[in-house]
């Protein structure tokens, strides 16, 4: 019977023996996902790139114009260039998202980390708590937020961070569960690793996989979410080109001038599928 040699060459094991990352095929759906993420990322670094217009001053007499060759997604109420406005909103939209979905990504993987890998009581409390905030549904949490903090794009974008804090936090406790109990890791006790170093080296690293691919998914949700509490008032306020806040404004206009809700909001939808097979593209290599 073969035993599993310890030392130095034990404890540098790259990954787990339950996963192996597998060589992406080029997908169709896939590179059009990235191209979609790569030019909302360009919108919101260099936005005058894209466009000539500014995104919160209105050009008199150019009121609620159809899409045309000057105007390509048309005009609002005021005047402004729609495409303009989603071009410059974009930087609003996804910083919040950013913002929310690192709240989330820090603080439940250390939840998550410090659960799983400690177990016993520690385990029993964090995952209770996890257990009551994942009890209360996410848009009434992020509303209780909000009203706490205040109004604004940061605010919004801590609001729903917290919401998704017990997600990742439940996530991050299952793989540290199982990466735990792997062979590697109990052969590094074996050869008298420290508690921290193997958490550090081996247990965090190999739990991570997962959890980030869910960040990428939980980014759609984050523009989603920060998009919905803006249509409902209480995110960026105006005249901020936010894309929510786009959809809000333009929802009094619907039967006039659709283009002021239905250009915003494929927008959104384009950005949260492609983040979600972006997550998918993740997932399955790792299977």
Do not use: C
Request: aromatic content about 10%.
């Amino acid at each position: 019977m073969s035993s599993l040699p310890l030392g130095k060459s034990t404890l540098s094991l790259p990954a787990t023996q339950r996963r192996r990352w597998k060589p992406a095929r080029l997908q169709p759906g896939l590179i059009i996902a990235w191209l979609v993420i790569a030019t909302v990322i360009l919108w919101a670094v260099a936005p005058g790139w894209f466009t000539g217009y500014s995104g919160t001053e209105g050009i008199a007499g150019a009121q609620r114009l159809a899409p045309q060759a000057g105007h390509w997604l048309g005009t609002d109420q005021l005047g402004r260039d729609v495409y303009a406005r989603i071009v410059y909103g974009a930087s609003h939209s996804l910083s919040g998202a950013l913002v929310a979905v690192a709240l989330g990504l820090v603080f439940g993987t250390a939840l998550g980390l410090a659960a799983g890998a400690s177990g016993g009581i520690v385990d029993a409390i964090v995952m209770r708590i996890n257990d009551v905030l994942l009890s209360i549904p996410g848009l009434l949490l992020s509303l209780s937020v909000i009203i706490l903090l205040g109004f604004g794009t940061v605010h919004a974008a801590i609001a729903v961070g917290v919401t998704s804090v017990a997600n990742f936090a439940r996530l991050a406790r299952a793989e540290v569960v199982l990466v735990r109990h792997s062979d590697y890791v109990e052969a590094a006790y074996g050869s008298g690793g420290t508690f921290f170093s193997i958490l550090w080296r081996h247990i965090l690293p190999n739990s991570l996989t997962s959890v980030i691919a869910f960040s990428a998914l939980q980014f759609g949700s984050a523009i989603l979410a920060i998009s919905t509490l803006s249509f409902l008032g209480y995110g960026t306020p105006p005249p901020t080109p936010e894309w929510g806040l786009l959809i809000a404004e333009g929802r009094n206009y619907i039967s006039t001038a659709w283009w002021l809700t239905t250009f915003p909001g494929i927008v959104v939808v384009l950005v949260v599928l492609s983040a979600n097979r972006i997550s998918q593209s993740f997932r399955r290599r790792t299977r």
